[in-house]
């Protein structure tokens, strides 16, 4: 098996945080309603709006596992990631984990990847910038960032 890369992860971090919401416990992570409207804990996790508060290390193998489901859905869905440069199997790796393996299942920008069309790859990237309806700077960035990563 392929291991994460670990520009997967780096994104991932960057663009997830590690959220201390409330702010009076700075060594815990509470649940929190992300801006698409999900109940979210430590790195992007999705949980139960009642999930107990947890650590960096825990939100870290949570991160870790939740990439591990989003390579293995990447790889299945666009097998020839398995063979292209790390950068751009990270990138799409970090797609999937944000937004999903039924997204990238379904989507333009799997097509785009399984024919190697990267300038396609990069536009497709850069449509995904909506959360709950609205258009959400994080995710501008963010596929901003993967975008130049498939280049």
């Known amino acids: 098996m392929i291991p994460v890369p670990q520009a997967a992860i780096e994104l991932a971090k960057r663009f997830e945080g590690f959220h201390r919401v409330p702010k009076h416990d700075p060594n815990r992570a509470y649940p929190y309603i992300c801006p698409a409207g999900y109940p979210t804990i430590g790195y992007g996790h999705l949980c139960d709006p009642k999930h107990p508060p947890i650590t960096e290390a825990e939100a870290e193998a949570y991160l870790a596992q939740d990439l591990k489901v989003a390579l293995a859905a990447t790889l299945r869905y666009c097998p020839v990631l398995a063979t ?13 984990f944000n937004l999903g393996a039924g997204r990238l299942q379904t989507s333009t920008l799997r097509r785009r990847v399984n024919q190697r069309d990267w300038p396609a790859v990069a536009m497709e990237l850069r449509r995904w910038v909506y959360g709950g309806g609205k258009m959400l700077p994080g995710l501008v960035a963010r596929r901003d960032l993967e975008a130049r990563l498939v280049q």
């Open 84 to 96: 292209e440069p790390e950068g751009r199997l990270a990138a799409i790796v970090d797609f999937t």
